[in-house]
């Protein structure tokens, strides 16, 4: 069950040392040629021998692999990006692998030329793979105490009902209930928790709260919101309840930093 996998997953940095059994291996090289996301871009990723490759990063302990992958500047790259990879770290999860995705600490030059990124193209983060240590590394207690890896902004600050001045509770989300409760849980970085979202009807809005600086990388942020939405559509097929991504601005005021970006319908 997805919500199971959701609750369960946390990001890894610190791995047993193992590099990923033959058909771990095979499975997951398998998972990624089907990776497919509903925002009409398509994103590369592949599985990489770290050594072979020259593959490092300073915050990962004992990972034998990577994923790294790359999408063209085009349409909302972003939002496609952030599903796609976080679909495959679910993926991962299921089968017991550990991973953690990785923007700023990373050998950045040898992973764009390994992939072999083009001038239109970016390669927003990557990953470790491999099978979790039974014990973090001292850095990584120290990583997840600093950004509060553990916690999570209460629901009703994230979600509202119609527009930004009335906040959202479970009780009241009716059939995106279970779904926006398992986007809260979502990854992002530095834990900064992006997403907002106003639900109307059959309709909900999604918003990214701008409060990092956009990089050459792209906008980091408008990928999480990519991740957080990875979340909120699997688990409404998995209750039954699938829908579309429309573009459709809600009119609804709000604050200078919020940013709309796509809106999910429930088909009827």
Known sequence: MIQEVIRSRRSVRTFDGNPLSQVHAQLLTEHLGKTENPFGV???????????????????????????????????????????????????????IGTVMLAASLNRSVFESVMQVGPDEVLPCASPVGYPAEKMSFRESVMRKGIRADQRMAFERMFFLGDFEHPLSEQAAGVFAEAL??????????????????????????????????????DIQKVDLGIGLCHFDLVMQAQGLPGRFVRRLPGIPAEEKLEYMISFEVRR
């Open 181 to 218: 409760a398992m986007m809260r849980l979502a990854p992002s970085a530095a834990n900064r928790q992006p997403w907002r979202a106003v639900v109307s009807e059959n309709r909900v809005d999604f918003y990214v709260y701008h409060s990092m600086s956009e990089s050459r990388l792209g």
């Open 42 to 96: 398509p994103v590369e990723i592949r599985l990489l021998d770290a050594k072979e490759n020259g593959l490092t990063s300073p915050v990962i302990v004992g990972a034998k692999q990577y994923l790294a992958g790359k999408v063209r500047r085009e349409g909302d790259y972003e939002l496609a990006f952030g599903y796609a990879f976080e679909e495959i770290c679910l993926y991962a999860k299921e089968l017991g």
